[in-house]
C-alpha cells in the first residue's frame, strides 16, 4: 500500500519498470497490498485468492501493522475484533432519520461525521486503542509473528512458488529527531518511541531469522531507515522514497537471478 503514490506509480508497479529495464521483459509485479493488513490477514488472502494468479515469486513485507497487537498478552483470536459494518456509524445509517438527512443535506453529513470521528476517535487508520504507551511489548505477540512468517514460507512453496521475505523500511529510528517524530502515529501501536525502535528490531530479527532457517531470500531495506526525505509518515514512503525502495527492491532480485543462474 503506497499512500502517497499517483496512478500507476505505487512502488510494486516501479519495481516492474525498474526490472524491465534490468531486461526482465516478461515480468509482471502484482500489488497485493491492503491498507491495514497484518502478516495473519496476507496468510489468509494468499490462502483463498493469491494463489489463484500462481505466481513464481510471493513479497512478503509486513511489520506496523502486527505491532499493533504486539501490546496483548492474549492470543490472537482473542485480541483480533472483525470489522463490523453494523458497529460502526461512520458506514452504517443508524435510524431512518439519520439515513434521510444524510440523502438531502450535506450539512448534516459533515457535521455527523465531525461527531462520530470525535466520540469513537477514529483517524486515518481506524479506531484509535485506549490505554496509556507503553514501554515494552508483549512477547506472544512475536510469538505469533514467527509462525505466520513460517507458515507463510511453507504456503508460498505449497502453490509452487518462492517465497522471499523483506524487512519493512520505515521513518521509525533510534535516531529520529523532533519532525520525524511527530510523523508517526504512536497511538496505533500504544507504545513510546524507544519501544516502538525495539519494537521494528525484533521483527527484523524474526525475519532474518526465518529466511536464514527457511533458506529463502530476504530483502534488506535498513539502508532507507530514518530518513525523512524517503518517507511520508511512519511506514508509506514519499515519492522519492517510492522510487529509492523499488530499485532496492529490483537490484536486490536481479542478484538473487544472476546467483541462481
Known amino acids: 500500500f503506497d499512500i502517497e503514490a499517483k496512478q500507476n506509480e505505487h512502488w ?3 519495481v516492474e519498470n525498474e526490472l524491465r529495464k534490468l531486461g526482465k521483459k516478461k515480468v509482471r509485479v502484482i500489488n497485493a497490498g491492503i491498507p491495514g493488513h497484518a ?3 496476507c496468510l489468509g488472502r ?3 485468492e493469491g494463489h489463484l494468479f500462481e505466481p513464481d515469486m510471493v513479497i512478503l513485507c509486513v511489520a506496523w501493522n502486527d505491532i499493533k497487537y504486539f501490546n496483548e498478552q492474549k492470543p490472537l483470536l482473542r485480541a483480533f475484533k472483525p470489522f463490523a459494518r453494523t458497529d460502526n456509524p461512520l458506514a452504517t445509517y443508524q435510524n431512518w432519520l439519520d439515513e434521510l438527512l444524510c440523502r438531502y443535506s450535506q450539512l448534516y453529513v459533515r457535521l455527523r461525521q465531525r461527531y462520530y470521528t470525535w466520540t469513537i ?7 484509535v486503542p485506549k490505554g496509556e504507551p507503553l514501554d515494552d511489548t508483549a512477547e506472544s505477540g512475536l510469538v505469533q509473528y514467527r509462525l505466520t512468517l513460517n507458515t ?3 504456503l508460498v512453496r505449497n502453490i509452487g512458488a518462492e517465497p522471499i521475505l523483506m524487512t519493512q523500511c520505515r521513518l521509525v529510528s533510534p535516531n529520529n529527531n523532533e519532525k520525524a517524530k511527530s510523523l508517526v502515529k504512536y497511538k496505533y501501536v500504544r507504545l513510546t518511541h524507544k519501544a516502538l525502535c525495539q519494537a521494528f528490531a525484533k521483527t527484523d530479527a524474526v525475519i532474518r531469522e526465518v529466511a536464514s532457517q527457511k533458506k529463502c531470500h530476504l530483502i534488506d531495506t535498513q539502508a532507507m531507515t530514518g530518513n525523512l526525505d524517503y518517507f511520508a509518515d511512519h511506514i508509506h514512503t514519499s515519492a522519492k522514497g517510492s ?3 523499488a530499485t532496492l527492491v529490483a537490484e536486490s532480485l536481479r542478484k538473487k537471478s544472476e546467483e541462481k543462474n
Do not use: H, K, M
Not at 476517535?121 to 479506531?127: L, P
Open 39 to 41: 502478516s495473519f490477514d
Open 121 to 127: 476517535n477514529v483517524d486515518t487508520e481506524g479506531a
Open 46 to 48: 494468499l490462502i483463498a
Open 12 to 14: 510494486p508497479q516501479l
Open 152 to 154: 507463510f514460507v511453507d
Open 243 to 245: 522510487q529509492i525502495l
